[in-house]
């Protein structure tokens, strides 16, 4: 059974989303993230997917205080992304409250890093975040292209003992148009054993069902909760 996990984008210390991740998108859905976390765990959600968009764009960990409010308000496993580019960014996220971090830009960048934390801290709290464009991985907030092909990429890491991954496509992110179904069937084809988590696009409930009967391992869902187009109970039946 696919797992449901939410996902919180927090800018300026508020729940917003983007499209494509440009920031100049941004719409606001709350100014109480921690409230938020608090209706997903009332619902029978148990895990989220934190974003510091501020930290992505400044390359270190801004919105701190929001991971440790949610952390320390609630009993959801949070794994927390953007602006983990160090060892104290790593330190700071584990210190928060964070139960994984999403390893993504620091991925391509410095892959001798993120492999040095995979054998240290293990493959249950290094999560690969690939936000691919055209099979190749976007960095920095989505707003770099760079030359490594997101196979190349899974292939590396696979040897170094990753396993979990986060990959969005993000030509879907934001838009409400379903989810990049053939790159998760291709990845989940040729990359058997990594724990998929896919993220972007989801606009209903049938995208969520035929996710599932693909075999993928997990789903992030943000704007269409948000948006309404899919109700926290329309989820009940994959939460266990």
Request: hydrophobic share 45%.
């Amino acid at each position: 059974m696919i797992s449901i996990i939410p996902a919180i984008d927090i800018m300026d210390g508020k729940a917003v989303r983007l499209r494509k991740g440009d920031f100049a998108t941004r719409k606001v859905y709350s100014e109480n993230p921690l409230g938020l976390a608090r209706q997903f765990e009332d619902a029978g959600i148990r895990r989220l997917h934190l974003v510091d968009l501020d930290g992505a764009r400044a390359r270190k960990i801004i919105n701190r205080k929001t991971l440790a409010a949610i952390a320390s308000g609630t009993d959801l496993v949070i794994d927390f992304g953007g602006g983990v580019q160090s060892d104290d960014d790593l330190r700071i996220a584990f210190d928060s409250g964070a139960s994984m971090i999403t390893a993504g830009s620091i991925a391509v960048k410095n892959p001798e890093k993120v492999k040095g934390w995979l054998a240290g801290f293990g493959a249950d709290k290094i999560i690969l975040g690939a936000d691919v464009t055209e099979r190749r991985i976007a960095v920095h907030g989505w707003q770099e292209a760079s030359d490594r092909k997101i196979f190349d990429f899974l292939e590396s890491y696979g040897k170094a003992g990753a396993r979990q991954l986060i990959c969005t496509d993000v030509s879907k992110d934001g838009m409400l148009a379903g989810p990049a179904f053939e790159l998760y069937d291709e990845i989940k084809a040729r990359f058997p054993d990594f724990y998929l988590i896919a993220s972007g696009g989801v606009s209903r409930i049938d995208d969520v069902h035929r996710l599932n009967d693909n075999g993928i391992d997990a789903v992030i869902i943000g704007k269409a909760i948000y948006e309404g187009r899919i109700r926290l109970a329309d989820l009940k039946e994959f939460l266990c």
